[in-house]
């Protein structure tokens, strides 16, 4: 009894510092049209992202080639509020899959060590999510 309580108390511990961040899915916004604010975060493991579906018609996709080596792939549905708990550090991209080519994208920082300056961006991107990602790695690297 007296170990089952101790691992109450570690677990419950750990828990309690975890954070849960929102981002909204939006056709308009800050910073224009069919984009996710904010579109840069910083989260511990462990933490999680709260995805908003503000307006309907947008998700949440990890981006092939950007992602940890051996994290869970992100997929929220279409057009639904949707938890994401960080687990991998690294950085990830995520996109619309509807409004990638219109360069609704995003990125994701789980560590402290995770820097989006040391990513290198996937040949394939279409243009406006290349350009998108680029002014975001721009304004956050370390």
Known sequence: MKGFLVLTLVLVSSFAHAETFEVKMLNRGEKG?????????????????????STPGHNARTIAGLAPEGAEE?????GETADVVAETPGIYGLKCSPHYAMG???MIAVGEEADPGELVLPDDLPRRARQRLEEIITENRK
């Open 33 to 53: 049209a069919m984009i996710y604010e904010p579109d840069f975060l910083r989260v511990a493991p462990g933490d999680t992202i709260r995805f908003l579906a």
């Open 74 to 78: 992100i997929k929220t549905p279409l």
């Open 104 to 106: 609704m994208v995003m």
